[in-house]
């Protein structure tokens, strides 16, 4: 296999990641909220899951409270990401999001122990700091946060949460931790649903509901397998550099379609927490890479 294809594939799947901003605005043009997104697209790919995981039970059961975190954080991730993108501003939501250098130092810390050394506090310090900048800076007061950027930081922590457990559970193959986080989007959403968060706008098209269908089997989980498999074939610390594609797609392809280009305050604060990924990286690159961290799924 040529050394080029893991890398071709992560930036092919970190651009498809970082793309999702644009049917995701499309679904919420026609009043199809976070809850019913994500129960459309991931809770797709989740119904195929569940026969899946029915079959390879012997795989996970003995495991099955981790299992259950995993659900409830991979589908929580997806949920808040997806409702933050429907209803927010894309830059602000995206370098929110990436806060995960951030949660995963935290994260690391409480539960597997892992020691805080100069670089990861060096990188928790710029994401904290450029978090700050992005929600306004010294004018934050004037510009508080709202639902969109609560629910960009909750997606956040989620997502390092379930990539913190995903990495403890050594002994649970991969594509069964994959196929439970699907499973936790079907759940998180149906629940929603069904008591009333994120209503079934009225008069929207049948095709739009088979696009949204289609999104998640198709987009969302090709995108998921990308990079896993890419990531799987990479060093640690290289593939960490180029997930950050994504934000970077994400925020350029936006400013380039709506003419909206980011505040100085959003650039200087996006450019703390890139500098935060960049150490986490760099941290990576010296220590045996760790099974599989997960991007969104």
Known sequence: MSPLLPLVVLLAASSLWGLTWMPL???????????????????????VALPFLAWRRRGWLEHWR???????FGGLANLAFASAMVIGDVTRVMVLFYLLPAWGVLGG???????????????????????????GGLDI????????EFAALLAGFSLAANNVLFRSMQSVNVPNKVAMNFVGCLVWASVLVATGVGSVPPAVPTEVWLE????????????????????????????????????????????????????ASEWFGGALIIVSALCEARRAGRIAPSPLPLTHA
């Open 66 to 72: 981790g299992m259950l975190v995993l659900l409830v």
């Open 141 to 148: 007061r004037s510009s508080a946060p709202g639902l969109a």
């Open 25 to 47: 605005k499309h679904f919420g043009e026609f009043g199809i909220e976070g809850p019913l997104v994500t129960l459309g697209a991931h809770g797709s790919v989740g119904l």
């Open 109 to 135: 810390r409480l539960f597997l122990r892992e020691r805080v050394d100069g670089l990861r506090a060096a990188s928790l310090g710029f994401a904290l700091l450029g978090a700050f900048f992005v929600l």
């Open 212 to 263: 949204l269908c289609a999104f998640g089997v198709f987009w969302i989980l090709l995108a998921t397998l990308g990079t896993l498999w890419a990531v799987h074939h990479m060093e640690a610390g290289r593939s960490s550099v180029l997930i950050i594609m994504e934000l970077l797609t994400a925020v350029g392809t936006f400013a380039w379609a709506t003419g909206k280009l980011p505040s």
